[in-house]
Nanobody, 112 residues
């Protein structure tokens, strides 16, 4: 039914940047708040960022000022620009919608 596929993860040094992308299919994408969660080893899943259909955003305090979430409703895509990355940002990052659908995740590793 609904599929969300993340991409753009990888290995980056502290202070570096990555841009994650998520493409949605089988969903009324333009109607939903979209967002990113992450889960680091040994930790619970954490809300990272949310963006409403109108562009209103919310961020976890830990990423505020460093990460930017955006969306392109015409392309049914969501993005997460991650700057000034820290080792503690290492996690699997998941894209999801407000209906509870989530992708398989993309690994982000921040290490020198």
């Amino acid at each position: 039914q609904v599929q969300l596929v993340e991409s753009g993860g990888g290995l980056v040094q502290p202070g570096g940047s990555l841009r994650l992308s998520c493409v949605a299919s089988g969903s009324f994408f333009s109607l939903y708040t979209m967002g990113w969660d992450r889960q680091a080893p040994g930790k619970q899943r954490e809300l990272v960022a949310r963006i409403s259909r109108g562009g209103t955003t919310n961020y976890a305090d830990s990423v505020k000022g460093r990460f930017t979430v955006s969306r392109n409703n015409a392309k049914k895509e969501v993005y997460l620009q991650m700057n000034s990355l820290k080792p503690e940002d290492t996690a699997v990052y998941y894209c999801g919608d407000s209906r509870g659908n989530w992708g398989q995740g993309t690994q982000v590793t921040v290490s020198s």
